[in-house]
């Protein structure tokens, strides 16, 4: 069975600045790592994931996120924040092996961007 | 390409009280999935099917929910009696197969007074 712990619950930020959004997952075997993000009153949407290959992933709109096995983290960082990044974000975890897709989620970052 | 589609995207019931809601997934994704939301929380998968069979349903409170996907198709998720602690919103989530990613629906919000 795998967990996932989203450290910070809510991330304020001004525009422009730099984020990071952190994800700490546990695991006994080897696993797929995501990120998704939830923007008010829609569901969730793919924002990146790691299956294998680079540790280091990215995304259409410049979030990007690195697996460190070592740290068990997949932590998310955008190096300047738009106003419509506002939005809550989880961070997921599948086991490799697992016969079915399930997804273990977090509890969920809420980023807050102030003008 | 048309998203998940879920109905209704609200609705508000009596504890006791019965109710079901619909999804139709993305064509041609065998895979279904339901998830469970509670209000600061990740979601939770509640049942998953492969076309109309189920694949994995630990975490379904069998006593009072239930779901179907006749056909393969479209699915239904119900719960009788509805509880308090009920109230979430129940995201529905397809795939092409089980390990490909999952595309998720807009969620139905459920209040239960």
């Known amino acids: 069975a795998q967990s996932v712990t989203q450290l910070d619950s809510q991330v304020p930020v001004f525009e422009e600045a730099p984020v990071e959004l952190r994800c700490n997952y546990s695991?006994?075997?080897?696993?797929?790592l995501f990120w998704y993000v939830q923007y008010p009153n829609q569901g969730l949407q793919l924002l990146l994931k790691?299956?294998?290959?680079?540790?280091l992933v990215e995304s259409i709109n410049g979030f990007e996120a690195e697996f460190n096995k070592s740290q068990t983290s997949f932590h998310l960082r955008k190096p300047s924040v738009h106003i419509s990044d506002t939005a809550e974000y989880f961070c997921?975890?599948?086991?490799?092996?697992?016969?079915?897709?399930?997804?273990?989620f977090g509890g969920g970052t809420r980023l807050m961007v102030k003008p | 390409e048309a998203g998940v589609a879920q109905s209704p995207r609200y609705k508000i019931i009596e504890k006791r009280q019965s109710v079901a809601f619909w999804c139709n997934p993305i064509?041609?994704?065998?895979?279904l999935y339901w998830y469970q939301q509670i209000l600061g929380q990740g979601p939770k998968l509640l049942i998953q099917?492969?076309?109309?069979?189920?694949?994995?349903d630990s975490q379904l409170p069998k006593d009072r929910f239930s779901a179907e996907r006749l056909k393969g198709v479209d699915s239904t998720l119900k719960i009788q009696p509805a509880k308090l602690e009920d109230s979430a919103v129940y995201l529905c989530?397809?795939?092409?197969?089980?390990?490909?990613?999952?595309?998720f629906g807009p969620g139905t919000r459920l209040t239960v007074l």
């Open positions: 997921a975890v599948r086991g490799v092996f697992d016969a079915g897709n399930m997804l273990t």
């Open positions: 099917f492969q076309n109309n069979g189920v694949v994995d």
């Open positions: 064509s041609g994704h065998a895979t």
């Open positions: 695991s006994s075997v080897s696993v797929y």
């Open positions: 989530a397809s795939s092409w197969d089980r390990s490909d990613t999952q595309y």
């Open positions: 790691y299956l294998s290959g680079s540790t």
